[in-house]
């Protein structure tokens, strides 16, 4: 066999070598087709940028009044106040007025007990998580009902009952915050305090 020969036979086998690798090639190009990898590809995409994106909320899962600074107490105040007027006292009044203390008397001291606030908030909470979260369900607002409810109620008569055994007159609270200066109204001293935190003029 001349040299030629040889160089020429090498080349040919080399050449069906190659041609082999590009039928396994195309072979694989085929079968990644028909398992639609390019689909699967793009909905790993969209899964992996919604768990990498911010939830949208209304509000935070958990409000830790602690941290707020008095500007936040505000907004805080605003939102708690428009699910307690809106919301609470409107759908479950009898709730409403035995948690606040207005099954009694007219008047109430309710939003002057930090340990209240705390409870309306965490009610608030979950009702949001009951009623309005995107995994909501009949489950949950049974839960909600039968559980969370019932048990916010009997928190908030057990905070309210030293203010309401010894009530004396006016809403009740045993230590007045505003150095006993008379005001009419429980919304127009709760207006008073929202003001006094905007100006500073009591610590958060």
Same mark, same amino acid.
């Given at each position: 066999?001349?040299?030629?020969? =040889?160089?020429?036979?090498?080349?040919?086998?080399?050449? @069906?070598?190659?041609?082999?690798?590009?039928?396994?090639?195309?072979?694989?190009?085929?079968?990644?087709?028909?398992?639609? *990898?390019?689909?699967?590809?793009?909905? *790993? #995409?969209?899964?992996?940028?919604?768990?990498?994106? /911010?939830?949208?909320?209304?509000?935070?899962?958990?409000?830790?009044? &602690?941290?707020?600074?008095?500007?936040?107490?505000? +907004?805080?105040? !605003?939102?708690?106040?428009?699910?307690?007027?809106?919301?609470? @006292?409107?759908?479950?009044?009898?709730?409403? =007025?035995?948690?606040? %203390?207005? #099954?009694?008397? +007219? $008047? #109430?001291?309710?939003?002057?007990?930090?340990?209240?606030?705390?409870?309306?908030?965490? *009610?608030?909470?979950?009702?949001?998580?009951?009623?309005?979260?995107?995994?909501?369900?009949?489950?949950?607002?049974?839960?909600?009902? %039968?559980?969370?409810?019932?048990?916010?109620?009997?928190? +908030? /008569?057990?905070? *309210?009952?030293?203010?309401?055994?010894?009530?004396? %007159?006016? &809403?009740?609270? =045993?230590?007045?915050?505003?150095? &006993?200066?008379?005001?009419?109204?429980?919304?127009?001293?709760?207006?008073?305090?929202?003001?006094?935190?905007?100006? %500073? !003029?009591?610590? $958060?």
């Amino acid at each position: 066999m001349t040299e030629q020969s =040889k160089e020429t036979k090498a080349v040919w086998e080399r050449t @069906r070598e190659l041609g082999r690798q590009l039928d396994e090639v195309n072979g694989r190009l085929d079968t990644l087709e028909e398992q639609k *990898l390019a689909d699967r590809i793009e909905e *790993l #995409s969209l899964v992996v940028k919604r768990l990498a994106s /911010k939830p949208k909320a209304d509000a935070p899962a958990v409000w830790n009044w &602690n941290a707020f600074t008095p500007q936040q107490q505000v +907004g805080a105040w !605003e939102i708690l106040l428009q699910w307690v007027e809106g919301t609470f @006292r409107v759908r479950w009044p009898r709730s409403y =007025k035995e948690m606040l %203390g207005y #099954s009694e008397r +007219g $008047s #109430s001291c309710w939003w002057q007990h930090p340990d209240m606030v705390e409870t309306l908030t965490s *009610l608030m909470m979950s009702h949001h998580w009951a009623y309005l979260d995107k995994e909501a369900s009949p489950l949950r607002v049974a839960e909600w009902l %039968g559980r969370w409810l019932p048990d916010a109620v009997r928190q +908030g /008569k057990f905070i *309210l009952e030293e203010c309401k055994a010894g009530y004396e %007159g006016g &809403n009740g609270h =045993k230590h007045d915050l505003f150095e &006993n200066k008379a005001l009419q109204h429980d919304r127009e001293q709760l207006d008073g305090y929202l003001h006094m935190l905007r100006t %500073g !003029e009591v610590p $958060s």
